[in-house]
């Protein structure tokens, strides 16, 4: 029942995370739009972009968790929840277009002379920083509680945001400071953000495809299913132990030695025995599979 109760309650919290992450996104999207475009700063409008990057992807992340939520059906029989690692995919793509413009636009404006951005804009960075780094830790820690690779990535979104900000803050300083001829300061940090966006986009790709791809999970966790299974009444031996991620829930499938005299009804108790030993010390497995195998 533990389990059951987890499956409810998880994708609400992550569906209710994002959707703050969603409003705050478009708040702060408008604000750095208008006071890059008032206040001569590309380094802020690149900033806006990647808000409006993190409404689009966040809202990804809510219909994905939306469709990873439902149950296994005739057509699925282990569940939607690889429909997460898709949206943490489109995400990384996202973060990487929005990079590629960034990039683009940046080394436009540094070969293109224009005005020194306005001093006002900083104190929207400030704002923007703060803001960003509260949501980013929010989301994280939602995404840690429930296991959740697609919350995660979201939340490493809001801190590539803050990064952005924190990088305009210091290309138009360096702007104010310096004067006539430092113009660009703040077009080279717009350039410095889209590669710490491009970096943030791999980040968040590699582990979305290693669980499309069904790797195992960490060692230790795989190990630690070993030990569990092993501690398990007349299990002689784990001979085979794989894990995989389905969405926030995991998979995991053994190989285990039983005395080859036992009869079928046997075997299969001590197969269920293990099975719920697994799940009861580590909850978020949804699933264990495991093979009877006659000890040699």
Avoid at 94 to 114: D, G, R, V, Y
Wanted: glycine share 6%; hydrophobic share 50%.
């Amino acid at each position: 029942m533990e389990v059951s109760n987890e499956k409810i309650t998880v994708p609400n919290r992550g569906l209710r995370t994002t959707l703050i992450g969603i409003i705050v996104s478009g708040v702060l999207a408008i604000i750095k739009a208008l006071g890059g475009i008032f206040g001569h700063s590309y380094a802020l409008i690149a900033d806006a972009i990647e808000s409006t990057a993190d409404i689009f992807t966040s809202t990804m992340l809510w219909l994905g968790l939306k469709w990873s939520a439902k149950p296994a059906d005739d057509e699925h029989p282990y569940g939607h929840g690889k429909a997460e690692a898709l949206t943490a995919l489109g995400i990384a793509i996202a973060l990487a277009i929005a990079a590629f413009i960034i990039a683009k636009e940046s080394i436009h404006n540094i070969i293109t002379p224009h005005k020194t951005p306005a001093a006002y804009t900083l104190i929207i960075l400030v704002v923007v920083i703060a803001t960003k780094e509260l949501l980013f830790r929010y989301v994280l820690k939602t995404g840690l509680e429930i296991n959740s690779g697609a919350v995660k990535a979201d939340a490493f979104h809001h801190r590539s945001d803050a990064i952005t900000s924190a990088a305009a803050f210091i290309g138009i300083t360096i702007g104010l400071i310096g004067g006539k001829g430092y113009e660009v300061a703040d077009d080279y940090a717009a350039l410095f953000a889209s590669a710490i966006i491009l970096i943030n986009a791999y980040l968040i790709c590699r582990p979305a495809i290693g669980e499309l791809l069904d790797e195992d999970l960490e060692p230790e966790l795989n190990q630690k299913v070993r030990l569990l299974a092993a501690e398990v009444q007349d299990v002689i031996l784990v001979e085979k132990c794989h894990t995989r991620k389905m969405g926030v829930m995991n998979h995991a499938d053994l190989h285990i030695w039983v005395d080859k005299n036992l009869s079928v009804e046997e075997g299969h108790a001590i197969a269920h025995k293990a099975k719920n030993h697994i799940q009861n010390s580590l909850p978020q497995f949804i699933d264990v599979m495991i093979h009877i195998e006659p000890a040699k």
